[in-house]
């Protein structure tokens, strides 16, 4: 059974940035795509990025194309999201998920496992 255990939120300015972190635990971390999604209050899940198993192919939605970044280190089983130029609207708590396959996906039923997630909250 995986658990994935999200850090690196918290309150920063508009233009700033974070970067979070999931640690995942299990020996079979490297075989499976990761993704990072974030819930707003009052809105849907969503996704925001994702990374193959080997770091080999990466999709991010629309709104952060160009200031997020989603990276992977398998050696430390962990995946990391560096967010740049955040904005008032990337507020809303953070997850990372473990993908049912090798490849990455935007789709929320893609993934088996989540974390508990992380809080960004983004001030203007």
């Known amino acids: 059974q995986a658990q994935l255990v999200e850090s690196g939120g918290g309150l920063v300015q508009a233009g700033g940035s974070l970067r979070l972190s999931c640690a995942a635990s299990?020996?079979?971390?490297?075989?499976?795509?990761m993704g990072w999604f974030r819930q707003a209050p009052g809105k849907e899940r969503e996704f925001v990025a994702g990374?193959?198993?080997?770091?080999?192919?990466?999709s991010y939605a629309d709104s952060v194309k160009g200031r997020f970044t989603i990276s992977r280190d398998n050696a430390k089983n962990t995946v990391y999201l560096q967010m740049n130029s955040l904005k008032p609207e990337d507020t809303a708590n953070y997850y990372c998920?473990?993908?049912?396959?090798?490849?990455?996906?935007?789709?929320?039923?893609?993934?088996?496992?989540w974390g508990q997630g992380t809080q960004v909250t983004v001030s203007s």
């Open positions: 990374i193959s198993w080997n770091g080999g192919r990466t």
């Open positions: 998920a473990r993908a049912r396959r090798p490849s990455t996906s935007s789709y929320l039923d893609e993934y088996d496992f």
């Open positions: 299990g020996r079979t971390f490297s075989s499976y795509g």
